[in-house]
C-alpha cells in the first residue's frame, strides 16, 4: 500500500495564479482532509471530507476550495493564490471511527511558494 | 475554543538522558490525545492515540501517558534517531474526527 499520496511535491506560483494539489489514499478511508503548517503555528485544517460527494470548512478555509469526487480522492484548489500561501500542505485520511481507531495518517506534504 | 499547548518549544539532550515532553489541553470533550512524530521535510507520523485519563501506551524508548487536562510523552534512554518534532493533537466529540494540533516540542539527541 502507497498510503497517502500528494502531487505535486513543490511548486512556486505568482501572485494571481491558480493550481490545484492532489492527495490519494489507498486504504479505503472515509475521511480525508487538507492542513497548511507554517513556523509556529502549528497544523491548521483548512477543509476536510466525511465521504465521497462531501466537504466542510475548517480553521482557515478562506482562499481555497476542495472536492472529493471519488473516495481515494481530495482536491485542495487556490483560485488567485496570494504571498500569504506560502506554506507546506498536508493531506490526510482516516476511518470514520465505527469500530476503528481515528487516527489520521499524513502524506509527504507539498511545499508551495507564492511570490 | 480548543486548545493545545505543548512544552518546551525544544529541547536538547544527550544520548541516554531520559525526559518528558508535555502537552496541555483545553477541549469541550476529549475523544482522544494523540501523539505525532515528524522528522524534516516529512509528514506526521501517528504513534499513539490515548483516550481516557490514566492510560498509558509505550513504544520502544516512548511512553504515553494521559491525564484530565495533560498529557506526557516520556523519552527514556533516548538515541539520536529519536531526534524529531513531537507533536500532540486533541480530537473533541463530534462529527469529523477533527484534530487541533499543538506546535511541537523539537527533540535533538546529541552523542
Known amino acids: 500500500n502507497a498510503g497517502v499520496t500528494q502531487t505535486p511535491k513543490f511548486r512556486v506560483l505568482k501572485t494571481g495564479q491558480s493550481m490545484t494539489l492532489l492527495c490519494a489514499q489507498d486504504m479505503n478511508h472515509e475521511y480525508m482532509y487538507w492542513y497548511r503548517q507554517d513556523p509556529g503555528m502549528g497544523l491548521r485544517l483548512i477543509h476536510y471530507?466525511?465521504?465521497?460527494?462531501?466537504?466542510a470548512k475548517g480553521e482557515v478555509p478562506d482562499g481555497y476550495n476542495v472536492s472529493r469526487l471519488k473516495k481515494q480522492n481530495f482536491l485542495l484548489g487556490l483560485e488567485s493564490a496570494a504571498p500569504s500561501q506560502t506554506s507546506v500542505y498536508f493531506c490526510a485520511s482516516s476511518w470514520d471511527g465505527r469500530g476503528f481507531d481515528y487516527e489520521q495518517y499524513f502524506g509527504p506534504g507539498t511545499r508551495l511558494t507564492v511570490t | 475554543e480548543d486548545q493545545v499547548t505543548q512544552s518546551p518549544e525544544a529541547l536538547r539532550l544527550q544520548e541516554g538522558e531520559s525526559s518528558s515532553l508535555n502537552c496541555s489541553y483545553t477541549?469541550?470533550?476529549?475523544?482522544?490525545l494523540f501523539w505525532y512524530r515528524q522528522d524534516p521535510g516529512k509528514g506526521p507520523e501517528f504513534l499513539f492515540t490515548l483516550y481516557s485519563a490514566g492510560e498509558e501506551k509505550e513504544k520502544e524508548r516512548l511512553k504515553a501517558t494521559l491525564t484530565k487536562k495533560e498529557s506526557f510523552l516520556h523519552i527514556t534512554a533516548p538515541k539520536p534517531e529519536d531526534s524529531a518534532t513531537y507533536l500532540c493533537a486533541a480530537q473533541e466529540t463530534g462529527g469529523g474526527n477533527k484534530l487541533t494540533f499543538g506546535t511541537g516540542t523539537q527533540l535533538k539527541v546529541e552523542l
Open positions: 477541549v469541550s470533550g476529549l475523544r482522544g
Open positions: 471530507s466525511v465521504g465521497e460527494g462531501t466537504t
